[in-house]
């Protein structure tokens, strides 16, 4: 017989995280989970759902601790993004303080094509980069965009695509991205879309992620097909983890 679940906390920051916001008001059970977001932009991914409980806010893994035993949560659902290594980390801990039932959604990685670059690091990607005079495109977030400033010429070289929130506008202008090679746009975005990005700022090299299909990462790395050089960050660390779907099959018992 399966266990019957009260209450759960979902840690969201990435689509997966909508889509079990979406699957739980279909299945009507969406009053017993909590959705975890760290910006103010991450709030408004829900906007398209009523009656979903948000709490916005950057969350330490003793903060996470406190609020699992005050909160009496069943199980907590990881789908942050599969790069989100540091937050992955506070909440298996803060499960395992309070042992309580720690599910992490993993977003498949997609095979990389021939003829793009693999790094294992943003470090690894900056070397690479320093090496030529060639303009480029980083989409590997706001974030870690001053891992990259100290490359020569940056702001002349450099096109940074990122969340169309204040935070990540701010990260680019005090990494140095010129204001004009901001691009703030929600994706995923198709191939035509990246290869006119491409052609209009006059790039040569885009940076990415393998964010799997969620992510848009086949389309990314087609441009490789055109000409262009592709520069793909590895995953920080090897998972193990469900699917959206086998996920959804473990919400049923709510």
């Known amino acids: 017989m399966a266990t019957a679940y009260n209450k759960i906390a979902i840690f969201s920051g990435t689509s997966e995280g909508y889509e079990l916001a979406l699957f739980l008001k279909e299945c009507g059970t969406l009053d017993k989970a909590d959705f975890y977001v760290a910006t103010d932009y991450g709030e408004t991914t829900f906007a398209g759902i009523s009656g979903v409980n948000v709490i916005r806010g950057r969350l330490t893994g003793k903060d996470m601790a406190h609020v699992f035993s005050e909160e009496e949560y069943d199980f907590v659902i990881d789908s942050t993004h599969p790069y989100a290594d540091v937050v992955t980390a506070n909440i298996k801990s803060a499960c395992q303080e309070k042992n309580i039932e720690y599910i992490r959604l993993l977003r498949a990685e997609e095979p990389v094509p021939k003829g793009v670059v693999v ?136």
């Not at 700022?201 to 964010?211: A, E, R, S, Y």
């Open 119 to 254: 790094v294992e690091n943003i470090e690894e990607a900056v070397k690479v980069l320093d090496e030529t005079e060639e303009k480029f495109l980083l989409t590997t977030g706001a974030k870690e965009l001053k891992k990259y400033s100290g490359i020569n010429n940056f702001s002349g070289r450099a096109v940074a695509r990122v969340l169309p929130s204040h935070m990540s506008i701010e990260s680019c202008r005090e990494a140095g991205i010129q204001a004009k090679h901001i691009i703030g746009m929600q994706g995923p975005f198709t191939g035509e879309m990246n290869l006119a990005v491409m052609k209009q700022f006059g790039l040569d090299t885009i940076v990415t992620k393998n964010t799997g299909k969620a992510g848009g990462f086949a389309e990314k790395t087609a441009l490789a097909k055109d000409g262009y050089k592709v520069i793909v960050i590895g995953r920080p660390v090897k998972e193990r983890g469900l699917s959206l779907e086998e996920v959804k099959e473990r919400l049923k018992n709510l």
